[in-house]
């Protein structure tokens, strides 16, 4: 068997289809086709249920792959650690929070790039119930959040710096320069991160603790969406401090002062407890560690 059988097979199971796998790789469904016929000879096995048009996993092919993950999760290491030692080259596959791609990662992969040009490294934004699955297949290399502090056994902290979450308001608004606590946000409109952020959770949590039942008017994963309204005068937005820079220095938003419940969260560096950290996450976690 191959790499090349190996992840042809998993874009087939990734997109339940053989025709859209040879689109999305490049290749003729024959050869698509001829790799998995290939690889089930070798293996002694049927892969996939040919249905007509329709192709559903064997047993085979469900536990084919855990091992065809953690294959292509090896080429990606070697490529990247059995190299050159001062030029690792090869594919890193990073999660990132969105808050942090909206301040400061995009410096941080800038530098990254201009010292280590043959490293390539993609980029999907990650939920903090997703992170430890995602890393345990191998689908993500390393990770790169702001969050509550990760604690998972399966999780290895790299770096950790404490950052904070801050409500912010238009200048013009009768609550801008305000000192707050709980109370003061009864009846306030709300814009707030959507229901599966741990920031959300976090306030919901502590109004809940105070006897508080929060107006929220607008809730969206888009913290650029929740700033945009915050300017308008829609609304208080619970953001993170780092997303907000741009609009603080711009005089477009302005953070109210906040005497209530702490709300610890960190940007976190992490890997699964169990990954081999090769040169180019190394470097990696220098750079962020350097100007994060």
Same mark, same amino acid.
């Given at each position: 068997?191959?790499?090349?059988?190996?992840? #042809?097979?998993?874009?087939?199971?990734?997109?339940?289809?053989?025709? &859209?796998?040879?689109?999305?790789?490049?290749? &003729?469904? !024959? #050869? @698509? #086709?001829?790799? =998995?016929?290939?690889?089930?000879?070798?293996?002694?096995? @049927?892969?996939?249920?040919?249905?007509?048009? #329709?192709? !559903?996993?064997?047993?085979?092919?469900?536990?084919?792959?855990?091992? &065809?993950?953690?294959?292509?999760?090896?080429?990606?290491?070697?490529?990247?650690?059995?190299?050159?030692?001062?030029?690792?080259?090869?594919? *890193?596959?990073?999660?990132?929070?969105?808050?942090?791609?909206?301040?400061?990662?995009?410096?941080?992969?800038?530098?990254?790039?201009? +010292? +280590?040009?043959?490293?390539?490294?993609?980029?999907?934004?990650?939920?903090?119930?997703?992170?430890? %699955?995602?890393?345990?297949?191998?689908?993500?290399?390393? @990770?790169?959040?702001? +969050?509550?502090?990760?604690?998972?056994?399966?999780?290895? =902290?790299?770096?950790?710096?404490?950052?904070?979450?801050?409500?912010?308001?238009?200048?013009?608004?009768?609550?801008?320069?305000?000192?707050?606590?709980?109370?003061?946000?009864?009846? @306030?409109?709300?814009?707030?991160?959507?229901?599966?952020?741990?920031?959300?959770?976090?306030?919901?949590?502590?109004?809940?603790?105070?006897?508080?039942?929060?107006?929220?008017?607008?809730?969206?994963?888009?913290?650029?969406?929740?700033?945009?309204?915050?300017?308008?005068?829609?609304?208080?937005?619970?953001?993170?401090?780092? &997303?907000?820079?741009?609009?603080?220095? %711009?005089?477009?938003?302005?953070?109210?002062?906040?005497?209530?419940?702490?709300?610890?969260?960190?940007?976190?560096?992490?890997?699964?407890?169990?990954?081999?950290? +090769?040169?180019?996450? !190394?470097?990696?976690?220098?750079?962020?560690?350097? *100007?994060?």
């Amino acid at each position: 068997m191959t790499i090349t059988q190996l992840s #042809t097979f998993l874009k087939i199971t990734e997109l339940n289809s053989f025709s &859209a796998a040879a689109d999305s790789l490049g290749y &003729a469904q !024959s #050869t @698509v #086709t001829t790799q =998995i016929k290939q690889l089930e000879d070798e293996l002694g096995c @049927v892969l996939f249920e040919r249905l007509g048009k #329709t192709i !559903s996993l064997t047993s085979s092919g469900e536990r084919l792959i855990t091992y &065809a993950e953690k294959m292509l999760q090896l080429e990606r290491e070697i490529r990247l650690d059995v190299t050159d030692e001062e030029n690792p080259a090869g594919v *890193l596959k990073l999660g990132v929070s969105e808050s942090l791609c909206i301040s400061r990662f995009p410096q941080i992969l800038m530098e990254f790039n201009k +010292n +280590n040009p043959r490293t390539e490294i993609r980029i999907q934004f990650v939920t903090h119930e997703s992170i430890p %699955d995602l890393l345990q297949k191998g689908e993500l290399d390393m @990770v790169y959040t702001l +969050n509550p502090l990760f604690e998972d056994e399966r999780i290895k =902290i790299l770096h950790k710096k404490r950052e904070k979450l801050r409500f912010y308001v238009s200048p013009d608004h009768p609550m801008a320069g305000k000192t707050i606590r709980e109370d003061d946000l009864k009846d @306030v409109p709300l814009l707030l991160t959507g229901h599966n952020c741990n920031f959300r959770h976090m306030l919901l949590t502590d109004f809940e603790d105070n006897g508080i039942s929060p107006k929220i008017v607008l809730e969206t994963s888009s913290k650029e969406v929740l700033k945009q309204f915050a300017e308008g005068g829609f609304g208080v937005a619970f953001i993170p401090e780092m &997303a907000a820079e741009k609009e603080i220095k %711009d005089g477009k938003l302005k953070p109210l002062i906040w005497k209530g419940t702490d709300f610890p969260v960190y940007s976190q560096v992490l890997i699964h407890k169990d990954k081999h950290q +090769n040169k180019a996450i !190394s470097r990696l976690v220098d750079h962020i560690r350097q *100007l994060g």
